[in-house]
């Protein structure tokens, strides 16, 4: 099966590409600012550029597409609303034209900040209704899936972090405390961090049983920021004392976040068990000392 990935430069389209490959797909994948380190079946392409979406994907000609590109960093979604509409929006229209025509499978990475947070540990069938406008763009690129393409899966995935050239959270935390730096993190905002890996193996999964439709791809357990903070320090060997737990309210965010985003993993959890939070920071552990 040949599965082309959007994306394949950021630090999740790299590691879809390691997994899909240890199961034998034939993988190709685009990328835009972040130049992958593995070029092979690489092409250059902005997803905001339709004739480009439609030359290159008619080219590679494949059978699955993962979309897993976008602008996720949330202020700045809401700073340039019109930006993040292009990517998230009519990017994603693009792409699911173009799969509609030559009738590809599209797999579509969302997020969890597509509900509310007024409850936490969300199903898939539960009410959606982001409270900020990244969220916003990425519930119509769902919307936009659903209605052009024919064979279609969401997977919805919570604060994903792992090791590669993007900042993610988890990646900030350790820089930080590397450097002694003293950091304060929301005591009182719970998700479902992820490994990227996980998201990975969770999605080759689903792919292999060829099943369709709104899965959570989220790590196993739900937590607050500032917890994870802390396991991350002790699997590897930091100083917690440098971390202060503060209040969502202290932060200068210019969007709103959900407070409580956490997703309920059992759907997925059929297919592919979702690591639990210690496990996860060992297996990123390992992998920054694989790359040292």
């Not at 494949?62 to 976008?70: E, L, N, T």
């Not at 994870?228 to 737990?245: E, R």
Request: net charge neutral.
């Amino acid at each position: 099966m040949k599965v082309l990935v959007i994306g394949g430069g950021g630090f999740l389209g790299t590691k879809l590409q390691d997994i899909l490959r240890v199961h034998d797909y034939d993988v190709s994948s685009t990328y835009n600012h972040t130049i992958p380190a593995d070029m092979q079946n690489s092409y250059p392409l902005d997803i905001t550029v339709k004739k480009d979406v439609d030359t290159i994907i008619k080219k590679i000609a494949p059978d699955v597409i993962i979309h897993a590109a976008a602008l996720t960093n949330v202020d700045e979604c809401e700073r340039n609303k019109g930006l993040a509409d292009a990517i998230n929006v009519e990017g994603t229209r693009n792409v699911a034209l173009v799969a509609k025509k030559i009738d590809a499978k599209v797999v579509y990475v969302s997020t969890d900040y597509v509900f509310d947070g007024t409850k936490g540990l969300y199903k898939e069938q539960d009410a959606v209704c982001p409270v900020n406008h990244y969220g916003v763009t990425k519930l119509k690129g769902e919307e936009i899936v659903r209605t052009l393409v024919d064979e279609w899966l969401i997977v919805r995935p919570s604060v994903i972090y792992g090791a590669g050239t993007k900042k993610n959270f988890a990646m900030w935390i350790l820089e930080n405390l590397q450097r002694q730096n003293r950091i304060r993190i929301v005591s009182d905002q719970f998700v479902s961090p992820t490994l990227n890996t996980d998201v990975s193996e969770q999605v080759v999964a689903l792919l292999k049983h060829d099943v369709t439709g709104v899965f959570h791809t989220a790590g196993g357990e739900r937590v607050d920021r500032y917890s994870f903070s802390q396991i991350v320090a002790d699997v590897f060997g930091l100083d917690s004392s440098l971390i202060q737990g503060i209040s969502m309210t202290e932060m200068t965010w210019v969007a709103r976040r959900p407070v409580d985003s956490s997703l309920d993993v059992s759907m997925v959890t059929r297919f592919k068990k979702p690591y639990k939070l210690k496990e996860a920071v060992n297996l990123l552990k390992e992998e920054i000392e694989r790359r040292l």
